[in-house]
């Protein structure tokens, strides 16, 4: 899923991402709220319109960017209070402040509150996190499935509903991590997400908490690991069983001019490509590699001009958009031919 | 025309400028001369490859760019010497110059090395500026006349050719226009461009020095206004028989949130437009104002979202194309019908 910040995937217009075949795009909670306001969002109809994405969409609780972006916030077993990293006014969140947030922005999947455990945190520090994360799970679904209706699209698309997914925290905890997967389970969330890796550890070990943890969620329900990955991680997890990733990497790296490729990883400002007038990638036919070389995209670069920006994450974008459909073809020959190798 | 400064219109990318029907963009040879360098471009095959606009293309001189981004350039008969904005290094540009590094670029209309004339300028420093500009003028030709077969596309393209315009200077003084005007029709050009205004002049008079110059360009060649404008501005030149303009002010407005629409101009910053669901333009049916609200637009703006520049843009590229195709239809049917009221 293209991480879509401030009401926008950075740098690449609406329909350039309907052509890229985007299904699904994020909205963070956290910025919406400070800008423009989720209550002008709702007034307006929520984040679909506003956005003009009538497709699906998916809003984070806000509490990554709650934690990520404030290094003055206040823990307590209600909420927390920070600052805006706009204008430093103080705010408060609670678990049914940011439903409340989320039901007004009326993506088609909201998130429930968390704490999202730092790396590396011992047992004591991840047990308490994760005592707050499942007090605030259960306080997100109760107040989510009381004011649900209020989403402000509900009596235009009568049938379809907002869903609330979970989050399994627990740090780098194998044991941890089940109790809190089996709790979220007990409580019958829409779906389930995996939250609290790529936060600095080393790779193995984020592949065995998600190894640990995927066979305990509901496999007839989306399986989400949030914030990966690379697109090697990204193949594997999805083959893993995973039903949903969300990174900035593609777009965030395309900005700073690092293009993911079938050749591996290349920085389009490298001096080599001032006159390499191959594609970026070979191997892609996306709208990018199928009209500019490597020597233009560099120079847009070198020239700091806003178009290297969106040339370079709608290929990325395209490049991990493919990823994910190969992955999708590859599991349904499988089940086609009933080889139950991939997990589906 | 809209302006392709560094081989971009800047934030639009190029298959979206063919849905706008943009026909023709420039290219600033002061800029591409710099970064990546003329030569560069000659080896990838010319300006058209290197962007990849398989249209059509202009190139200015450089000279615009030579003497209003270089405080101590220093001129003398020969050219110009200047210092790079971008490292300093020093230059020397002559019309040798500019149009090998013209015919290196192979747009398909080049122009005339002059001197543009500043606003105001006193009749002894007119006339000693339009002295300059007139055997420049000689020189581009003679040297474009010896060298056009070397375009990078000559091979590949056989039987079309570059082109030359000449430049009308002449400050604000209707007698050296008219000097002008016939000294460079008698040299024959391929077109003729009326250089020198909006410089900062009073509008009555860029009217007066158009006015007085565009009868004595023949009609059967291409007339180029450079540098223009407003878009009542285009169309009232355009209605006098101006065949091209050029202007980065629906660009450069666009990127500072000025929106020009059919109501007039609409600043798009304002907090009236926070919840305003309505489209920028109501009369517009470009892909901006069928698909984003005003408050869309604004949240880009305020959020500082590099989309917000590429969607201004192509609504005010949209308004701008919308008029001149109106022109030509109006004239069209003015001259279906006998009606000569209208110069073509």
């Given at each position: 899923m293209p991480v879509g910040t401030q009401g926008t995937v950075k740098t690449v217009p609406q329909d350039t991402l309907e052509t890229l075949g985007a299904e699904i795009i994020l909205g963070n909670t956290y910025h919406l709220y400070l800008r423009p306001g989720h209550e002008a969002i709702r007034r307006m109809g929520g984040l679909h319109k506003f956005i003009s994405w009538p497709h699906a969409?998916?809003?984070?609780?806000?509490?990554?960017?709650?934690?990520?972006?404030n290094e003055l916030r206040k823990v307590t077993d209600d909420g927390v209070r920070f600052r805006s990293h706009l204008d430093g006014s103080s705010h408060f969140f609670t678990p049914e402040h940011s439903i409340d947030v989320q039901i007004a922005l009326g993506?088609?999947?909201?998130?429930?509150?968390?704490?999202?455990?730092?790396?590396?945190?011992?047992?004591?520090?991840?047990?308490?996190?994760?005592?707050?994360?499942?007090?605030w799970a259960r306080r997100s679904l109760d107040h989510f499935r009381a004011h649900r209706h209020e989403v402000p699209w509900q009596q235009e698309f009568e049938g379809s509903a907002q869903s609330l997914f979970g989050i399994v925290q627990g740090g780098m905890h194998t044991d941890l991590r089940r109790q809190c997967a089996e709790r979220l389970v007990e409580m019958d969330f829409d779906g389930y997400a995996i939250g609290g890796l790529s936060v600095g550890e080393p790779r193995e070990l984020t592949?065995?908490?998600?190894?640990?943890?995927?066979?305990?969620?509901?496999?007839?329900?989306?399986?989400?690991?949030?914030?990966?990955?690379?697109?090697?991680?990204?193949?594997?997890?999805?083959c893993m069983g995973v039903d949903m990733m969300d990174c900035v990497l593609p777009t965030r790296a395309a900005r700073h001019g690092l293009l993911f490729t079938s050749e591996g990883r290349l920085n389009i400002k490298n001096k080599q490509y001032a006159e390499d007038q191959g594609p970026p990638d070979p191997a892609c036919d996306c709208m990018v590699c199928c009209r500019y070389s490597r020597a233009y995209l560099r120079h847009l670069m070198q020239a700091g001009e806003a178009l290297s920006g969106t040339l370079n994450s709608i290929h990325n974008l395209a490049f991990y958009l493919g990823i994910m459909r190969r992955v999708r073809d590859s599991l349904a020959s499988a089940s086609t031919v009933g080889n139950s190798g991939a997990q589906i």
């Open positions: 969409l998916l809003t984070d609780s806000g509490g990554f960017q709650v934690f990520s972006l993506a088609d999947i909201a998130m429930a509150f968390d704490e999202c455990t730092e790396y590396p945190a011992d047992r004591p520090r991840a047990e308490e996190s994760l005592r707050l994360t499942m007090a592949l065995e908490m998600i190894a640990e943890t995927l066979p305990l969620l509901p496999k007839d329900k989306p399986r989400y690991v949030m914030g990966v990955g690379y697109p090697d991680e990204i193949e594997q997890y999805a």
